[in-house]
Nanobody
Framework: QVQLVESGGGLVQAGGSLRLSCSASRSIFMFNVMGWYRQAPGKQRDLVTTITSGGSTYYADSVKGRFTISRDNAKNTVYLQMNSLKPEDTAVYYC?????????WGQGTQVTVSS
């Protein structure tokens, strides 16, 4: 069983930055795709960004140019650098990993951006 643990969330003012980390309980090398989702209160969970094992990335339009996903296979960790944060980025951010047809989720970390 794989465990994903997110960290780095918190309260930040608009325009500020945060870096989220997602640490896996085993090597992330075998995950086909890893990514971040977010869920605001009363809304569905939305895809924010993904990174493949080959390093290809995808970003939702709402975060392009502001967020950057990266992975460190040696540390079994995926990062989400969030810059120029906006109040609408406020949500619980979840780490996701896919291996073959199986998906794994972290417990989430709260990001709150004040105006």
């Amino acid at each position: 069983q794989v465990q994903l643990v997110e960290s780095g969330g918190g309260l930040v003012q608009a325009g500020g930055s945060l870096r989220l980390s997602c640490s896996a309980s085993r090597s992330i090398f075998m995950f086909n795709v890893m990514g971040w989702y977010r869920q605001a209160p009363g809304k569905q969970r939305d895809l924010v960004t993904t990174i493949t094992s080959g390093g290809s990335t995808y970003y939702a339009d709402s975060v392009k140019g502001r967020f950057t996903i990266s992975r460190d296979n040696a540390k079994n960790t995926v990062y989400l650098q969030m810059n120029s944060l906006k109040p609408e980025d406020t949500a619980v951010y979840y780490c996701n990993a896919i291996e073959m047809a199986r998906a794994y989720w972290g417990q989430g970390t709260q990001v709150t951006v004040s105006s």
